[in-house]
């Protein structure tokens, strides 16, 4: 079955690194997704990892799969204000017709403080 | 290029009314989707379609209809309006790919009275 999970809220400080968990079901998953989504806005994709990939380095964004507990993060370094936003995790789950669909999370919210 | 453009941008219907929600992408995407998006519970799937002709039911299919004759439009018809489908609704598109980048378009605002 499909199912991921994400924590609902997370609040950081400027400055610190944040830190967002997900977790999914689907052991056949090919890609994994991260979105940024901000107030009144469509979503954004921020980055992806390949499923036979364990980390994922881009600027401030780090994203670690650990494929057999199924559970992604993404870290985010020196977190600015502007990080504010709801982030979704999404997996890449091929379907029976044929091509792939994705399944998000229900998405954390991240809340900068001065 | 436009991207993934949607319309209207906001909806206020009566139960038991009927529209169409717009979307139109200008990237010659083969996969288009319609999403719902509600407070918690993340984007669902409503229909799909991986190219001119072709659609398919997603998570949450009932209540609406969808069509595709052409590659760059994907139309969402709400037959009769029910305050369950109360929602943000997003259109997004991608090439064919396990791999391919999701586009989204900025979403309708739909509340139903």
């Known amino acids: 079955g499909e199912d991921v999970e994400q924590s609902l809220f997370l609040s950081v400080r400027e400055g610190d690194s944040s830190v967002i968990n997900c977790t999914y079901t689907?052991?056949?998953?090919?890609?994994l997704y991260w979105y940024k989504q901000e107030p009144g806005a469509g979503l954004q994709l921020l980055t992806y990892i390949f499923s036979n990939m364990d980390m994922k380095q881009d600027q401030r964004l780090t994203v670690l799969l650990n494929k057999k507990d199924k559970h992604l993060s993404l870290r985010i370094a020196d977190t600015q204000t502007g990080d504010s936003a709801i982030y979704f995790c999404?997996?890449?789950?091929?379907?029976?017709?044929?091509?792939?669909?994705?399944?998000f999370g229900t998405g954390t919210q991240l809340k900068v403080e001065l | 290029n436009a991207g993934v453009t949607q319309t209207p941008k906001f909806q206020v219907l009566k139960t038991g009314q009927s529209m169409t929600l717009q979307c139109a992408q200008d990237m010659n995407h083969e996969y288009m989707s319609w999403y719902r998006q509600d407070p918690g519970m993340g984007l669902r799937l409503i229909h799909y379609?991986?190219?001119?002709?072709?659609?398919d039911q997603g998570e949450v299919p009932n209540g609406y209809n969808v069509s595709r004759s052409t590659t760059e439009d994907f139309p969402l018809r709400l037959l009769s309006a029910a305050p369950s489908q109360t929602s943000v609704y997003f259109c997004?598109?991608?090439?064919?790919?396990?791999?391919?980048?999701?586009?989204f378009g900025p979403g309708t605002r739909l509340l139903v009275l």
């Open positions: 999404a997996e890449s789950i091929g379907l029976t017709g044929g091509g792939n669909k994705l399944t």
């Open positions: 379609s991986v190219g001119a002709g072709i659609t």
């Open positions: 689907d052991s056949s998953s090919t890609y």
């Open positions: 997004a598109s991608r090439q064919r790919g396990g791999r391919a980048v999701q586009y």
